[in-house]
């Protein structure tokens, strides 16, 4: 069974930075992309970027992409995003979910979602 | 980056009602649409991909149509666990985008 766990919540000043791991078990972890998803408080959810997990190819959100780094560790299965230059907008529920590609390859969804990190951003 | 307008934004509904969900894409996707159900300090779960293809373990009262720019999620009959917010996201773009959701409450 695929599990995704999150690193646990934080809390960081205006300006800072902020790194949540996301852990795979199950299915081998270089076969799918891991992407992030954010959801501020009350809001929808927001696609942040992905990574492939055997080569490290990311893509990442216009808005976003001078200040988010998406990398992974093959060795521990495990996927990082890294949010720099932090405000408060970027309060939110931060979550991994793995990059499935269906059976014939065409089609790609989010299938398993880690349990989510609460990032507050406050001085 | 590829808008996604999702529409209504809220609908109430009952018990046993069969509701339709609307999304709608600012150019065509052909039929790269995902709907996600989310319920409150949950993560999503995936229903549907691909437009219509019913996700392993979903009730078959979901069914999902659509392709070009105009799609729909039909909940056949609703269950009191349907009751939640539902997003559509597309997957044309490697830049994927979601709509903003429509929240399905009791009415």
């Known amino acids: 069974q695929v599990q995704l766990v999150q690193s646990g919540a934080e809390v960081k000043m205006p300006g800072a930075s902020v790194r949540v791991s996301c852990k795979a078990s199950g299915r081998a972890f270089t076969d799918y992309g891991v992407s992030w998803v954010r959801q501020a408080p009350g809001q929808g959810l927001e696609w942040m970027g992905w990574i492939t997990t055997y080569n490290g190819y990311t893509n990442y959100a216009q808005k976003l992409q001078d200040r988010l780094t998406l990398t992974t560790d093959a060795s521990t299965t495990t996927a990082y995003m890294e949010l720099r230059s932090l405000t408060s907008d970027d309060t939110a529920i931060y979550y991994c979910?793995?990059?499935?590609?269906?059976?014939?390859?065409?089609?790609?969804?989010?299938?398993?979602w880690g349990q989510g990190t609460l990032v507050t951003v406050s001085s | 980056d590829i808008q996604m307008t999702q529409s209504p934004s809220s609908l109430s509904a009952s018990v046993g009602d069969r509701v339709t969900l609307t999304c709608r894409a600012s150019?065509?996707?052909?039929?790269?649409l995902n709907w996600y159900q989310q319920k409150p300090g949950e993560a999503p779960r995936l229903l549907i991909y691909?437009?219509?293809s019913l996700h392993s373990g979903v009730p078959s009262r979901f069914s999902g149509s659509g392709s070009g720019t105009d799609f729909t999620l039909t909940i056949s009959s609703l269950q009191p666990e349907d009751f939640a917010t539902y997003y559509c996201?597309?997957?044309?773009?490697?830049?994927?985008?979601f709509g903003q959701g429509t929240k399905l409450e009791i009415q």
């Open positions: 996201q597309q997957s044309f773009r490697t830049r994927y985008t």
């Open positions: 150019q065509s996707i052909s039929t790269y």
């Open positions: 979910a793995r990059r499935t590609p269906d059976s014939n390859g065409f089609y790609y969804f989010f299938d398993f």
């Open positions: 691909a437009a219509s």
